[in-house]
């Protein structure tokens, strides 16, 4: 009998010696070994490590057949964002975008990497003493789905890293596609077994890394590219992307081996058009390409704007487009009341999918293109892009068609449709129990800053949703704990939790109810300003316009959402029986406002301070009358910068304004505490 010693010596040698020939396989695309030969090898792996299981390790090729069904995934906060790219669609925005970065860096010419933009999904791995220990979706760019055991499924996915250089951590991001051949495959074994066949390569994608099973993900041929590092530490960093993504390479994590670094506009185009001629016979499926200014260091000077990084841009190819008939005009009610309306289609083949529906965008879009039932319209798809439809064929409209009216009334829930002048959108003007907005409505009043229903969370919403238990958001107060532990993944305990927390938040204050009804325009800074200049809440529902524009900061926009809101009778009996609940806060009758140190004056956080949390500063703020906004613009008065502070910092100090670090700062609020104004205090040059 073998020796422990012996069993791990020869499971080290299956290890590497099975992962040698994954890569050979699925990154290199040149396997040395027949397939019998590599399933014996990986039958022995499997016996030795059912027999001593206490030797499996992290790096194991056996972890690529799967685990047992997770219950759900859980969150992952990326450690950096993980940002979309800006997109061009026409050679005039890419020129512009290369003036931009000529301008910004100060250069004549500036060097970039290039490389495809692939039709998948994007995911982040992280690495630790070259270890895969966590897998996430990008999510909503701050927060992730962990899918760990699924991307160790993936075969071209290193779950060791190679290589001389061995970073102490390293975060990689990059897309998990499914190859045409391997994606035309797996089709073929669904036509076999008399299955539903896929329709488009990167929703199948998606859905296969979104296996509660990972057994089923390891039956999906994903693969994977990397396209950057968000974090690196432990060895030097590369001065360029295409350094980065060359150590990459030499650590065995596959990369695209179509990208290229080019000089200027004509490099960028050149290759752009190179790409296109390309694509059909490349081996995986793009939707354009993607340029990157190619210094670290210059990234760094570009930095970001919004959700997007300056330095980068997603250069997408001519959308397809196909002609269909269109069979009806469809009215949608969205989670925040706007209704959209949407063509209904002869299903058509478009994209790379088949197309049954196409936005229509809004009322004033459906009649400039006089889109209407019956007609044969032009339809157009490009990656992602929601089907839309381009334009009419009007010499083949039949007779008798009608244009396109806005129905007067929610198709969902009754109530009146209203439309601010000036704006695009009509809205349902029952917020608070129209069931398209219902979801919305009640996570927004059960949030933090609004009633704070600690675990209210989603999904447990939308199964009280679905199961009839809510059908507004005063219902919350006549859950109990027996109903709530009926439901799925609801043990007694976390019912009981959460009945606790409903009654809680029944004692609030009037700013936080008013924001908790989520009525739109106001947030929380104006429902402040409305509770400090009424002190009640039948006041302000009363209110008329004039008196409502004469509450500071408050304009035309906003009184007309709030007269709109309070003369919905239905939004006014849902108010009632939160009253009625015992819903309740303090009211006053508020005195004529004193002037304040820091009115009229305008802040934005960024960072962490030592002293305080960003919501206790901007609280502090706000007590001294001034007012924190969440983007840096000429406007701002002050910028409170703390540890690790981003591109606002930078963006304050090109505009050349006032920025107080965490001592400045506190100087600062103690001159406000003491009744000085802003301009009694001089914090020294930043």
Known sequence: MKNNTQVQERLRQLREEIERHNTNYYVRDTPTISDAAYDRMFGELLALEEKHPELITPDSPSLRVGAPPLHGFEEVRHRTPMLSLNNAFDTQEVSEFDRRMREGLGIENVIYAVEPKLDGVAVSLVYKNSILVEAATRGDGTRGENVTENIRTVRNIPLTLSGLKAPTFIEIRGEIHMRKSDF?????????????????????????????????????????????????????????????????????????????????????????EGMNRLRPSLPYEIDGVVYKVNGLEQQRTLGFVSRAPRFALAHKFAAEEALTQVEDILVHVGRTGVLTPAARLKPVFVGGVTVTNATLHNEDEVHRKDVRIGDTVRVRRAGDVIPEVVSVVLEDR???????????????????????????????????????????????????????????GEKLIEQLIERKLLQNIADLYTLNRDTLAGLDRMAMKSAKNSVNAIEKSKKTTLAQFIYALGIRNIGEATAKDLARSFGGLDAIMNADESILEAVPEIGPIVAKSLIDFFSEAKN??????????GVSWEEFTPEPSAPQPLSGKTFVLTGTLASMTREEAKKKIEEAGGKVLSSVSKKTDYVIAGAEAGSKL?????????????????AFLENAEVGKGSEDFNPPDS
């Open 398 to 456: 039949p007779t008798g068609t009608q244009a396109f009216i806005m129905p007067e009334t929610c198709p969902v829930c009754g109530s009146r449709v209203v439309r601010v002048e000036g704006e695009s959108a009509a809205r349902c003007s029952n917020g608070l129990s129209c069931a398209a907005q219902l979801k919305g409505a009640v996570f927004h009043y059960a949030s933090r800053r609004a009633m704070n229903i600690d675990g209210l």
């Open 572 to 581: 006014r009996e849902v108010i009632r029986r939160l009253k009625d609940a």
């Open 184 to 272: 035309a495959g797996l089709n073929r074994e669904q036509l076999q077994k008399e299955e539903k066949v896929y329709v488009n390569a990167r929703n199948t994608a998606a859905g296969s890394l979104r296996q509660l099973d990972s057994r089923i993900t390891a039956t999906r041929p994903l693969r994977f590219f990397a396209y950057a590092v968000g974090r690196l530490e432990g060895i030097p960093s590369p001065h360029t992307h295409k350094g980065m993504i060359d150590l990459l390479e030499e650590m065995k994590v596959p990369v695209c081996p179509e990208r290229a670094v080019v000089e200027g506009l004509e490099g960028l185009l050149e290759y752009y």
């Open 650 to 666: 930078s963006k304050a100090e090109a505009l050349g304004l006032s920025i107080l670090e965490n001592e400045d700062f506190l």
